[in-house]
Nanobody, 115 residues
Framework: VQLVESGGGLVQPGGSLRLSCAASGFTFSNYVMRWYRQAPGQERELVASITSGGSSTYYADSVKGRFTISRDNAKNTGYLQMNSLKPEDTAVYYC?????????WGQGTQVTVSS
């Protein structure tokens, strides 16, 4: 079982990044997918969530209107499109999947928003 995030990096305020979460070793299409983030010295927080089929999404108030979560079950990959990035978005971003009590975490990808 693997969840591998990619797409993080350094971006200027107002810029964009697209994170990817590549899944393998399990039936990705059965799983709810979420993105969490954790900034230094802070607790991990839920950023966005999407149902297994992609029909329903949830966003934290802090990212609503700027971030978009999506998934391509045919490619076993989930995404987080992040626009209008702010310095306070700086964190390690983690992909998480869950299905009937079974869950997996990715290793995280660093996003730094700074001029």
């Amino acid at each position: 079982v693997q969840l591998v995030e990619s797409g993080g990096g350094l971006v200027q305020p107002g810029g964009s990044l697209r994170l990817s979460c590549a899944a393998s070793g399990f039936t990705f299409s059965n799983y709810v997918m979420r993105w969490y983030r954790q900034a230094p010295g802070q607790e991990r927080e839920l950023v966005a969530s999407i149902t297994s089929g992609g029909s329903s999404t949830y966003y934290a108030d802090s990212v609503k209107g700027r971030f978009t979560i999506s998934r391509d079950n045919a490619k076993n990959t989930g995404y987080l499109q992040m626009n209008s990035l702010k310095p306070e978005d700086t964190a390690v971003y983690y992909c998480y999947v869950m299905y009937i009590g079974t869950y997996y975490w990715g290793q995280g990808t660093q996003v730094t928003v700074s001029s």
